[in-house]
């Protein structure tokens, strides 16, 4: 165990040293750490860190899959429900079956059951992996929405077939018409366990007298508690997590106080960040342990194999980005759609943001040595070896090279008929014009006498003068200016206060409690200060 902690340790490290450099040459996390991982594997004293598989499906997944749910757009999620929905279930649907004809016909011993297994595994693409590379892309945010909200369904979706092949693949036999409807019963009673669950800690965060530190806690409970109920009657975790999740992040503002929320924040950052590196790292850990199993000989036809169904995997991604978009043409005939003209750029990014990753990999280490008769599972190491070579083929070749595809495709955002800069400003001036309105209309006694209320309504004065005619461009320019040299001397202010505070707090007299909790106000001052000009 002690030996154990000290790799974990210097695991850590290196991923923090990874990640480090990744953000200076401006490339996703996810592929460096998997490409450190790689030669790290053969290090001796890394050796022996192995992959619990149900350590990542429960540990690992539930608080991953609810910090995404947690970060999504309703919004943009319900606007584009349709081809977010279409991409979770049809399109993996379609994908396992593909592979799964594929790899019965071209690979020897390989059944439909093994191969519908294998599509289950590989088919859907992974949350983590696509967020962490568009993070450094100028891309529509319609694409950013559709490729999480479809990372965040695709996930139930696949780990159902998952679910059917492997029990075929144990007791021989597979009904159709049984597995349909279970499949429907799975998806459905999972999104109505997670809202259920969901429910239960919103009325715990609401109603009972929780404290900061509390609400954080129980914001780590609610993924968990919400996948093993679910899985505990046989219905979808996956789905549970985020339909649950779904449902509070939109209600956060109602059970949780301010303090919860800016401190959870951060603390989920950190701790998705961690989880995160450590997923992507033991992949690379993991290829070697892979390859031994394969022997001398399971090699050199292995790698063919992952070539094989890496590029019909990728070749049928496409044609559902474009089968959809022509569905969308004909069907907006009938009904409304969010978009009835999407053109061929958006399909192509679409196709092209196809990363595997920890989903996929949890699903490859769960399947079991041995079948109930005690037989070893058939292929069960090539199965691993075509997961972890469809993992880092994609994520290393299409999240290196999507920069350049964005690039050279060149997609105007046509979302957003309002700048962003212009939004904010905007949203600034309609909060000023509240507050004055609120000032004068109700609290005009309270400020003939109160010198602080009084330059507060000057503050807000002073806002809606400087915005009043934001949407000329001289007057932009030149209230540009006068928040730059705000911006600029407040910083110097907040960097002399803190001084200030490191040389009181060297006094015997002054509590350096109270001098910690005025450096926090200033922080969250300096905070809120990036947040309003958007820095």
Same mark, same amino acid.
């Given at each position: %165990?002690?030996?154990?902690?000290?790799?974990?340790?210097?695991?850590?490290?290196?991923?923090?040293?990874v990640v480090?450099?990744? !953000?200076?040459?401006?490339?996703?996390?996810?592929?460096?750490?998997?490409?450190?991982?790689?030669?790290?594997?053969?290090?001796?004293?890394?050796?022996g860190?192995?992959?619990?598989?149900?350590?990542?499906?429960?540990?690992f997944?539930?608080?991953?899959?609810?910090?995404?749910?947690w970060?999504?757009s309703?919004?943009?999620?319900?606007?584009?429900?349709?081809v977010?929905?279409?991409?979770?279930?049809?399109?993996?649907?379609?994908?396992?079956?593909v592979?799964?004809f594929?790899s019965?016909?071209? #690979?020897?011993?390989f059944?439909w059951?093994?191969?519908?297994?294998?599509?289950?595994?590989?088919?859907?693409p992974?949350?983590v992996?696509?967020?962490?590379?568009?993070?450094h892309?100028?891309?529509?945010k319609r694409?950013?929405?559709?490729?999480?909200g479809?990372?965040?369904?695709?996930?139930?979706?696949?780990?159902?077939?998952?679910?059917?092949?492997?029990?075929?693949?144990?007791?021989?036999?597979?009904i159709? +018409?049984?597995?349909?409807?279970n499949?429907?019963?799975?998806?459905i009673?999972?999104?109505?366990?997670?809202?259920?669950?969901?429910l239960?800690?919103?009325?715990?965060?609401?109603?009972?007298?929780?404290?900061? /530190?509390?609400d954080?806690?129980?914001?780590f409970?609610?993924?968990?508690? @919400?996948y093993?109920?679910?899985? !505990?009657?046989?219905?979808? $975790?996956?789905?549970?997590?985020v339909? $649950?999740?779904?449902?509070?992040?939109?209600?956060?503002?109602?059970?949780?106080?301010?303090? +919860?929320?800016?401190?959870?924040?951060?603390?989920?950052?950190?701790v998705?960040?961690?989880?995160n590196? #450590?997923?992507?790292?033991?992949?690379?850990?993991?290829?070697?342990?892979?390859?031994? $199993?394969?022997?001398?000989?399971?090699?050199?036809?292995a790698?063919?194999?992952?070539?094989?169904?890496?590029?019909?995997?990728?070749v049928?991604r496409?044609? +559902?980005?474009y089968?959809?978009?022509?569905?969308?043409?004909?069907i907006?005939r009938?009904?409304?759609?969010?978009?009835n003209?999407?053109?061929?750029?958006?399909p192509?990014?679409?196709?092209?943001?196809? @990363?595997r990753?920890?989903?996929?990999?949890?699903?490859?280490?769960?399947?079991p040595?041995?079948?109930? &008769?005690?037989q070893?599972?058939?292929?069960?190491?090539?199965i691993?070896?075509?997961?972890?070579?469809?993992?880092i083929?994609?994520?290393? =070749?299409?999240?290196?090279?999507?920069?350049?595809?964005?690039?050279w =495709?060149?997609?105007?955002?046509?979302?957003?008929?309002?700048?962003?800069?212009?939004?904010?400003?905007?949203?600034?001036?309609?909060?000023?014009?509240?507050?004055? &309105?609120?000032?004068n209309?109700k609290?005009?006694?309270? @400020?003939?006498?109160?010198?602080?209320?009084?330059?507060?309504?000057?503050?807000? /004065?002073?806002?809606?003068e400087?915005?009043?005619n934001? !949407?000329?461009?001289?007057?932009?320019?030149?209230?540009?200016?006068?928040?730059?040299?705000?911006?600029?001397? %407040?910083?110097?202010? @907040?960097?002399?206060?803190?001084?200030?505070?490191?040389?009181?707090?060297k006094?015997?007299?002054i509590?350096?409690?109270?001098?910690?909790?005025?450096?926090?106000?200033?922080?969250?001052?300096?905070?809120?200060?990036?947040?309003y000009?958007?820095?």
């Amino acid at each position: %165990m002690h030996y154990l902690i000290v790799q974990l340790t210097c695991l850590l490290g290196i991923i923090l040293l990874v990640v480090m450099i990744a !953000e200076k040459i401006k490339i996703a996390y996810p592929i460096l750490l998997l490409l450190v991982g790689l030669p790290l594997g053969f290090v001796p004293a890394l050796r022996g860190i192995e992959i619990n598989p149900e350590l990542i499906f429960v540990i690992f997944l539930p608080p991953l899959l609810y910090e995404a749910a947690w970060n999504t757009s309703w919004k943009d999620f319900w606007k584009w429900r349709r081809v977010i929905s279409s991409f979770a279930f049809p399109i993996v649907i379609l994908t396992s079956c593909v592979i799964a004809f594929v790899s019965q016909a071209i #690979f020897p011993g390989f059944t439909w059951a093994t191969g519908f297994l294998l599509g289950g595994i590989i088919s859907p693409p992974d949350a983590v992996s696509a967020s962490a590379i568009l993070k450094h892309i100028k891309v529509p945010k319609r694409l950013v929405t559709i490729v999480e909200g479809e990372s965040l369904l695709n996930d139930a979706s696949s780990l159902v077939v998952f679910r059917f092949a492997l029990a075929a693949v144990a007791t021989g036999s597979f009904i159709f +018409s049984h597995a349909a409807v279970n499949f429907v019963l799975v998806i459905i009673m999972g999104i109505a366990i997670g809202i259920a669950m969901a429910l239960v800690f919103y009325t715990i965060h609401r109603w009972l007298p929780t404290t900061t /530190n509390i609400d954080i806690i129980l914001t780590f409970i609610t993924p968990y508690a @919400m996948y093993m109920v679910a899985e !505990e009657f046989h219905f979808s $975790g996956v789905l549970a997590v985020v339909s $649950g999740g779904l449902f509070l992040s939109v209600r956060r503002h109602k059970f949780l106080t301010y303090r +919860s929320r800016l401190q959870g924040v951060n603390v989920w950052e950190a701790v998705a960040f961690v989880l995160n590196g #450590f997923v992507f790292i033991l992949i690379g850990l993991e290829f070697p342990v892979i390859i031994k $199993g394969l022997g001398p000989d399971g090699l050199k036809p292995a790698i063919t194999y992952s070539l094989i169904i890496t590029g019909v995997l990728i070749v049928t991604r496409f044609a +559902s980005t474009y089968g959809a978009t022509v569905f969308t043409v004909f069907i907006s005939r009938y009904i409304t759609v969010a978009d009835n003209r999407p053109g061929w750029k958006g399909p192509t990014l679409l196709g092209w943001v196809g @990363m595997r990753g920890v989903v996929s990999l949890a699903a490859a280490l769960s399947i079991p040595l041995t079948l109930s &008769s005690g037989q070893a599972f058939p292929n069960r190491n090539l199965i691993l070896f075509i997961t972890f070579s469809v993992i880092i083929v994609t994520l290393v =070749l299409q999240g290196l090279t999507l920069p350049l595809l964005v690039k050279w =495709l060149n997609m105007a955002d046509r979302d957003n008929d309002i700048p962003l800069p212009k939004q904010r400003q905007l949203i600034r001036k309609k909060l000023s014009h509240l507050s004055l &309105s609120i000032l004068n209309d109700k609290y005009a006694k309270e @400020m003939d006498g109160n010198g602080i209320l009084r330059s507060l309504s000057l503050r807000y /004065n002073t806002d809606v003068e400087l915005l009043k005619n934001w !949407e000329t461009e001289d007057c932009n320019d030149r209230n540009e200016a006068f928040y730059k040299e705000y911006r600029t001397i %407040m910083a110097d202010l @907040m960097q002399q206060q803190r001084e200030l505070l490191q040389t009181l707090n060297k006094k015997e007299n002054i509590s350096e409690d109270l001098i910690r909790h005025q450096l926090e106000l200033i922080d969250l001052e300096e905070e809120k200060l990036r947040q309003y000009f958007g820095l």
